[in-house]
């Protein structure tokens, strides 16, 4: 046996190269390959941005170093680099790269990782590094059947997702690994990105130069995300020496761009918080800021109904009683949307926005039904008072029922004291007027209701 093992070692061992399949890693990086790919960083001091997780002694340095081995979350937006780090955590002691997308990947192409990477500990005793981007979309029997290999250490795993991992991931999953969140680049972070592409030899090569209006323009345009600015100086650039020429300028930026990519996930994250955001500047009052994310909404194709049926609920969450008119124009601004769609629809939901920002706040509204709803739903239903019940029906009188009852519009103005709610409740107070706005007189005339109608 030990003859045949040796001469099974001696011949090709099919574990020296990436498996076939979806589990293959290798680029194209000749000159046909994209700019994003021929520019990702080979080396730790080629990154640029993530200065947070790459100083020296932080975790991502040490584990691309070689010196820690954990498994990771690359949590981020798209565009900040975790598809580079895998890479350069794989590199570290000549580990084994393997990548699967969980949007192509299932359970069977996990397992046939598992065992390629058991074999290859076992004869060679090298280390495997599993990347799985969007690793959100794993379904939770997908992600528990990477339990076993990272607990055991089979495989080093780095996932790389832009949805908030506390949200997306399966708890004993995240509980293995160190979650490590990387930032959008800035500006310039984007802008020594662009310089190094347009004169390095794995870039453009200096065939072309670049105006700072050119730079500016795509540094604004590529919102802190590296691929896109690598993107939109590729296809500016291709469209600058297809003519013959060699300098980018804004207007070959415009031809080649006709509009930037906002990011934004109907299903994730960037939809959250910009909607969040889009709330809290209008309760904030700032028109300003909420026109801006309302445009962010819009731009990326959110559906307006959507964005009508939050501001309806604003109108009466946050606004309420303070501006009467608010919620009637926000209804206003959902029929519109329902009856003549976009883009004329965004008037009317601008409209609406700055409404509703400018407009004097209250809560008392929601605040008075959901301490109303605590109460009852804690037991504070007792009986109606016998005046108030129905008394137009055979025997109604004999039960008591609207014997005593006061017509209000027999006095002259139009209130009298009497006892509304149930005995537990009498001088309960849920609504509270503020002094903002149309509030102000609600205040005042409340507190003359209530001394009619308490006998206060």
């Known amino acids: 046996m030990a003859a045949e093992d040796d001469g099974l070692f001696a011949l090709p061992d099919p574990y020296d190269t990436p498996p076939p399949g979806p589990t293959a890693v290798a680029e194209p990086v000749g000159a046909a390959a994209p700019l994003a790919v021929r520019m990702r960083p080979r080396t730790l001091s080629e990154v640029v941005g993530q200065a947070h997780l790459l100083r020296p002694g932080a975790p991502l340095r040490r584990l691309a170093e070689g010196g820690e081995v954990a498994s990771v979350l690359l949590y981020g937006p798209p565009g900040t680099g975790k598809t580079t780090l895998a890479r350069l955590l794989a590199g570290a002691a000549t580990r084994h790269f393997v990548a699967l997308s969980a949007l192509s990947s299932g359970v069977k192409e996990l397992r046939d990782v598992m065992n390629d990477a058991r074999l290859r500990r076992d004869r060679q005793k090298r280390q495997t590094v599993l990347f799985i981007d969007e690793v959100h979309r794993f379904s939770k029997t997908q992600q528990d059947a990477l339990l076993g290999a990272v607990e055991d250490g089979l495989v080093l795993l780095v996932a790389a997702t832009t949805e908030n991992p506390s949200f997306s991931v ?36 200096g065939a072309v130069s670049l105006s700072p209006e050119a730079e500016a323009a795509l540094v604004r345009l590529s919102a802190g995300d590296a691929r896109s600015a690598l993107t939109a100086l590729e296809a500016t650039a291709d469209g600058v020496t297809d003519t013959g020429g060699t300098v980018i300028d804004v207007p070959a930026v415009e031809r080649a761009i006709a509009e930037t990519t906002v990011r934004y996930d109907r299903q994730g994250d960037q939809h959250h918080d910009v909607v969040s955001a889009f709330i809290k500047a209008i309760r904030g009052s700032d028109p300003d800021a909420a026109l801006h994310y309302l445009a962010r909404m819009l731009v990326a194709g959110e559906d307006p109904r959507f964005i009508a049926r939050r501001l309806v609920v604003h109108a009466s969450e946050d606004v309420g009683l303070a501006d009467p008119t608010a919620l009637q124009a926000a209804v206003a601004a959902a029929q519109t949307v329902q009856l003549i769609g976009m883009p004329e629809a965004r008037l009317a939901l601008a409209q609406a926005t700055v409404h509703l920002a400018m407009a004097p706040k209250s809560n008392t509204v929601i605040v008075g039904i959901d301490e109303a709803m605590a109460d009852v739903r804690a037991g ?34 139009g209130v009298l004291e009497q006892q509304y709610p149930p005995d537990d409740l009498v001088g309960k107070d849920y609504y509270r ?3 903002h706005g149309g509030e102000r007189v609600l205040h005042e005339r409340l507190a003359k209701l209530r001394r009619a109608v308490r006998g206060e």
Do not use: C, W
Not at 181 to 186: A, N, Y
Not at 385 to 397: C, D, F, I, Q, T
């Open 433 to 435: 007027p503020t002094r």
């Open 170 to 205: 399966v708890s004993p999953l995240l509980s293995r690994m160190l979650v490590l969140q990387l930032q959008s680049l800035t500006e310039d972070d984007v802008r020594e990105l662009l310089r190094r592409a347009v004169n390095d030899e794995r870039g453009l090569g």
């Open 380 to 413: 504070a239903v007792g009986e109606i008072p016998a005046h108030l019940r129905k008394g137009r029906y055979k025997g109604a009188r004999e039960l008591g029922n609207a014997i005593g009852y006061k017509y209000p519009h027999r006095t002259p103005e």
